[in-house]
């Protein structure tokens, strides 16, 4: 599976953006997926996962309640909200394949299969 994001933007702060990712070559009903982001000079980190069913999600603690992850047959969403400087980073969507159903994964090496990252900027 190819994953390819959507979703770029300059958003002031305050704003919302909603990013999507979506497969080619196959489904993604037996994946495992997540949005990762890095900021300038900063580590990879969590944003959100969402387990291979749907029904099980977390987020990074920096994002929860501002932002959502959503999942159809073929594509990842992240809807993000009320956005801060800090959150300006290139984001990432992720996909673990064999993954169980109610499985959240939370280890960045688990995720085989990367988007190639879009640019999400916060105006202060």
């Known amino acids: 599976v190819q994953l390819q994001a959507c979703g770029r933007g300059l958003v002031q702060a305050g704003g919302s953006v909603r990013l999507s990712c979506a497969a080619s070559g196959r489904a993604l009903s037996n994946y495992g997926l997540g949005w990762f982001r890095q900021g300038p000079g900063k580590e990879r980190e969590i944003v959100a996962l969402i387990s291979r069913s749907g029904g099980f999600r977390d987020y990074g603690d920096s994002v929860k309640g501002r932002f959502t992850i959503s999942r159809d047959k073929s594509t990842v969403y992240l809807q993000m909200n009320s956005l801060k400087p800090e959150d300006t980073a290139v984001y990432y969507c992720?996909?673990?394949?064999?993954?169980?159903?109610?499985?959240?994964?939370?280890?960045?090496?688990?995720?085989?299969?990367w988007g190639q990252g879009t640019q999400v900027t916060v105006s202060s």
């Open positions: 992720a996909a673990k394949s064999n993954a169980i159903s109610s499985g959240i994964y939370y280890n960045i090496h688990d995720y085989g299969t």
